[in-house]
Nanobody, 121 residues
Framework: QVQLVESGGGLVQAGGSLRLSCAASGLTFSNYAMGWFRQAPGKEREFVAA??????VYADSVKGRFTISRDNAKNTVYLQMDSLKPEDTAVYYC????????????????WGQGTQVTISS
């Protein structure tokens, strides 16, 4: 079955960096658009970034600070997060879409369990 496993979360100070990874198995990775979403306590899950065959697309709140990339040979998608802010604190989820992907949750078919990112001020 399809599995998405996130890693790389943790606790960092504001202004710091983290790199999240999401390892996929059970699917033909190169055929899927991949996305990152996040959910802060008491808030709805929101789009962060996505990548298909072309470049990445980003939420306005992370544009210029986060970079999404993928390595099809390793079946892995990454999220490089720089200049982190306390408001970036959330559980970050990886997702896979058999279609074009996009910025809405319903466009994605598979989800990981999430990794906690906490930014201290």
């Amino acid at each position: 079955q399809v599995q998405l496993v996130e890693s790389g979360g943790g606790l960092v100070q504001a202004g710091g960096s983290l790199r999240l990874s999401c390892a996929a198995s059970g699917l033909t990775f190169s055929n899927y658009a991949m996305g990152w979403f996040r959910q802060a306590p008491g808030k709805e899950r929101e789009f962060v970034a996505a990548i298909s065959r072309g470049g990445g697309v980003y939420a306005d709140s992370v544009k210029g600070r986060f970079t999404i990339s993928r390595d099809n040979a390793k079946n892995t998608v990454y999220l490089q997060m720089d200049s982190l802010k306390p408001e970036d604190t959330a559980v970050y989820y990886c997702a896979a879409a058999s279609g074009r992907g996009g910025i809405t949750l319903r466009q994605y078919d598979y989800w990981g369990q999430g990794t906690q990112v906490t930014i201290s001020s």
